[in-house]
């Protein structure tokens, strides 16, 4: 076998065939076996349920080690950027390929400050919406509709394009969950405040009263903290991509086919929506006010391990993450270090402990690799946040946003990019 290339030996129809492909290298991780002519060549197509042994595209965006617990974007680890950088500061490092200076990040924060605003037409699509809505349908519904406010964006011509459909919708995406929590709740929306930051204006809008006024408290006028702020900030930063997952697959393909890239991202957010993707951390807060009470954690950890129990404890394991979840590090830190300042539940937490526990300890666990993920702290976190169930999702739109953009601008300046179609072992009449 040649050094650059990949030996494959077929019988077919009984007579051996030999078929040489190329092994293209990346500059981490696992090289790839080039099988796009694999069908033309063998008239074979290859079966990967799920797709997890196939690379769908190349990226120079974000890098995954599983085995190792490791997770970078832009060649920057995520504890760095997490800890030690805003999510703004992220933002910037995905769509231009490095951190911004002070001068660059005030001008990207001033851009979006003023993009937050919504078409009053738009805001009006929001308000038909029933008040018993499940924010992401709305969030979902609101964001397609922004393509028919800003059309022109089926043709993009030159960087100065690129950065403002991408800064319309990163700064976008916040008004509109929030207004998507606040038609749930059966309130009135909540404008933007130019005078704060971004996570701050999303917890302003999710929480203000009329002109722009906020909860009264006994020592006055309630105030969103430095520590709300620097905990949601780094929730943001810790979902703002993670490589090809399933929505941002999504996102890639819808990308293909040339429909707009808003069109695109709302497909992403459905797909997010699924309990096995981005609702998982709901899920885990409804499992932890199920089993109620620490003194109950030792049933449900035994039903978890029983086979024939269709009980699954959610926030453990990952598709990819065959060590700890390396966000689920950072957050496990933040969570520890943020208890007593955002005074977290303290029944969730005593029963969110006790599982951690069991879990890390416990053989059947750490055999199977099933270490607690992200979604398992966030949902306390976002809990301490009073930020309601509805809604963690909405904020892994949020966060996740950036992510979804970039990857979309990656594949749609891609030479190489055709029309995702996956074919089929076909088992019917």
Not at 117 to 142: C, R, W
Not at 232 to 242: K, R
Request: aromatic content about 10%; proline content about 3%; some cysteine.
């Amino acid at each position: 076998m040649e050094k650059n290339k990949a030996k494959i030996i077929l019988n077919i129809d009984g007579e051996e065939k030999i078929f040489y492909y190329d092994i293209l290298e990346g500059t981490k991780g696992p090289s790839v076996v080039d099988i796009r002519s694999f069908y033309k060549d063998t008239g074979l197509f290859t079966y990967d349920v799920g797709l997890t042994s196939t690379a769908s595209c190349r990226s120079e965006i974000t890098y995954i080690d599983g085995g190792k617990g490791e997770l970078s974007y832009r060649g920057i680890d995520i504890e760095t950027l997490a800890t030690k950088h805003s999510y703004l500061e992220t933002c910037y490092l995905l769509l231009n390929n490095r951190l911004p200076n002070k001068e660059e990040l005030h001008a990207f924060d001033v851009e979006l400050r003023y993009r937050s605003y919504l078409p009053e037409g738009l805001k009006q699509v929001i308000g038909a919406f029933p008040d018993n809505a499940h924010p992401m349908s709305t969030l979902s519904a609101g964001v397609t509709a922004l393509a028919a406010f800003h059309f022109d964006h089926l043709e993009l011509n030159c960087k100065d394009d690129f950065v403002e459909m991408a800064s319309r919708i990163i700064a976008k995406v916040p008004t509109i969950a929030a207004m998507a929590y606040r038609k749930h709740i059966g309130y009135f929306f909540s404008e933007p405040n130019l005078d704060l930051s971004f996570t701050e204006n999303f917890l302003f809008m999710m929480r203000s009263y009329p002109y722009g006024k906020m909860r009264l408290t006994i020592d006055g006028p309630e105030k969103i903290s430095d520590v709300e702020i620097r905990a949601l900030d780094a929730i943001f930063t810790l979902h703002a991509d993670h490589e090809q997952n399933a929505s941002t697959t999504v996102v890639r393909g819808v990308g293909s086919t040339g429909s707009h890239p808003y069109v695109a991202i709302s497909s992403g957010i459905n797909a997010l929506w699924g309990r096995a993707h981005g609702g998982a951390n709901e899920s885990v807060i409804a499992q932890l006010e199920m089993i109620g009470d620490v003194s109950n954690v030792d049933k449900f950890i035994a039903k978890a391990k029983d086979p024939n129990d269709s009980f699954r404890l959610m926030g453990f394991g990952h598709r990819v993450y065959k060590n700890f979840d390396p966000r689920a590090k950072v957050l496990k830190q933040l969570q520890d270090e943020l208890k007593e300042e955002l005074t977290l539940d303290s029944k969730l937490m005593q029963i969110a402990s006790r599982i951690e526990e069991i879990a890390l300890n416990d053989e059947y666990f750490v055999k199977r690799n099933l270490y607690p993920n992200i979604d398992f702290y966030s949902g306390v976190i976002l809990t301490s946040l009073r930020i309601p169930k509805e809604m963690f999702t909405c904020l892994f739109v949020v966060g996740r946003t950036v992510g979804w953009i970039t990857q979309w601008m990656e594949g749609y300046k891609d030479k190489e990019s055709k029309i995702v179609r996956p074919r089929q072992l076909y088992k019917g009449k």
